[in-house]
């Protein structure tokens, strides 16, 4: 039988999501903000629907026939959109068959820990704006499973790359730098991983807070020269962050420095594809596909100029 999901907001992830489909028949539908888009969404093997905060007919039938929903559209000031617009009151007389939803937030919203791990019973103290409305809208999800029959898992991301995203792209456009902050790491997830977690929750019906990263926190400078070596470019010169020009938003994520715990997740027995950046790049690098869809002999040196 022919399940059907409903990705609200379907961007990058959404898109390793649907072509990662073990082997099952999956209607999956999700949404964008422009019919620009609607080409792309096909191609990724996803019925394309608008969605501007207002349900159109189209999606309201989806959302009736949904099994499980996955959310991955920001939040704004004025709270999550989703969750106010299309998940409000009696969920379940509208979305009679929905068994799971999946709420997509972000390890920021832990904050600053001083370099120390970090795990879903850790406190939450997030420093930017975007953190802090993400924590707002994960406790407004965590409610809608309290009122509907069915259970939220709530994921939080660490950084996300992959193909199209990753350090050998940044070294082939010339913007790739290594700056060095002592005793900073950022905690990242290769976007095949995102896709298997959910997956793996959804065929669980598993609900509550995971963290979704790999196993290796790591400074962002030793990734990039990783990647130089892989691409047999020298690595660029490390630039001292407090010497550095950067964006103020760039500056606020070297504000928080934590490393963040992958064991609930693994308790569930979801087994990480890439559990460190260095089996992720040396994959897309020996596969080619290291620079997205369309790039797969760009395997070359000579490719980054």
């Given at each position: 039988?022919?399940?059907?999901?409903?990705?609200?907001?379907?961007?990058?992830?959404?898109?390793?999501?649907?072509?990662?489909?073990?082997?099952?028949?999956?209607?999956?539908?999700?949404?964008?903000?422009?019919?620009?888009?609607?080409?792309?969404?096909?191609?990724?093997?996803?019925?394309?629907?608008?969605?501007?905060?207002?349900?159109?007919?189209?999606?309201?039938?989806?959302?009736?026939?949904?099994?499980?929903?996955?959310?991955?559209?920001?939040?704004?000031?004025?709270?999550?959109?989703?969750?106010?617009?299309?998940?409000?009151?009696?969920?379940?007389?509208?979305?009679?068959?929905?068994?799971?939803?999946?709420?997509?937030?972000?390890?920021?919203?832990?904050?600053?820990?001083?370099?120390?791990?970090?795990?879903?019973?850790?406190?939450?103290?997030?420093?930017?704006?975007?953190?802090?409305?993400?924590?707002?809208?994960?406790?407004?999800?965590?409610?809608?499973?309290?009122?509907?029959?069915?259970?939220?898992?709530?994921?939080?991301?660490?950084?996300?790359?992959?193909?199209?995203?990753?350090?050998?792209?940044?070294?082939?456009?010339?913007?790739?730098?290594?700056?060095?902050?002592?005793?900073?790491?950022?905690?990242?997830?290769?976007?095949?991983?995102?896709?298997?977690?959910?997956?793996?929750?959804?065929?669980?019906?598993?609900?509550?807070?995971?963290?979704?990263?790999?196993?290796?926190?790591?400074?962002?400078?030793?990734?990039?020269?990783?990647?130089?070596?892989?691409?047999?470019?020298?690595?660029?010169?490390?630039?001292?962050?407090?010497?550095?020009?950067?964006?103020?938003?760039?500056r606020s994520f070297y504000g928080e420095n934590k490393r963040v715990s992958n064991a609930a997740l693994k308790a569930c027995g979801y087994h990480l594809r890439f559990p460190d950046y260095r089996s992720a790049l040396d994959a897309m690098w020996a596969?080619?596909?290291?620079?997205?869809?369309?790039?797969?002999?760009?395997?070359?040196?000579?490719?980054?100029?």
């Amino acid at each position: 039988m022919t399940e059907n999901i409903v990705i609200l907001g379907a961007g990058y992830s959404a898109k390793a999501f649907a072509a990662a489909r073990p082997g099952r028949a999956a209607a999956i539908a999700g949404t964008t903000r422009s019919e620009d888009r609607f080409g792309s969404l096909e191609q990724a093997g996803m019925e394309p629907l608008l969605f501007n905060g207002e349900p159109s007919p189209a999606l309201a039938e989806r959302l009736r026939e949904a099994a499980a929903v996955i959310v991955s559209i920001p939040p704004d000031e004025t709270g999550d959109p989703v969750a106010k617009n299309l998940f409000f009151g009696d969920v379940s007389s509208r979305m009679p068959r929905l068994r799971w939803i999946a709420y997509l937030s972000t390890v920021g919203v832990y904050g600053d820990h001083a370099g120390r791990w970090v795990d879903e019973t850790s406190p939450c103290r997030p420093v930017s704006r975007r953190s802090v409305l993400r924590l707002e809208a994960e406790r407004e999800w965590l409610d809608v499973g309290r009122r509907s029959d069915a259970p939220v898992a709530v994921l939080r991301l660490a950084g996300i790359y992959g193909p199209g995203r990753n350090a050998m792209v940044n070294l082939a456009h010339g913007t790739a730098r290594r700056l060095v902050k002592p005793g900073q790491v950022f905690n990242r997830i290769h976007v095949a991983d995102i896709a298997g977690a959910l997956w793996h929750l959804m065929d669980q019906g598993r609900g509550g807070v995971f963290n979704v990263t790999d196993d290796l926190p790591a400074p962002p400078q030793d990734v990039v020269a990783y990647a130089a070596g892989l691409a047999g470019m020298e690595a660029p010169p490390e630039i001292p962050f407090d010497a550095a020009v950067i964006t103020s938003m760039a500056r606020s994520f070297y504000g928080e420095n934590k490393r963040v715990s992958n064991a609930a997740l693994k308790a569930c027995g979801y087994h990480l594809r890439f559990p460190d950046y260095r089996s992720a790049l040396d994959a897309m690098w020996a596969e080619g596909n290291w620079a997205g869809a369309g790039e797969a002999d760009a395997r070359s040196p000579m490719k980054f100029g």
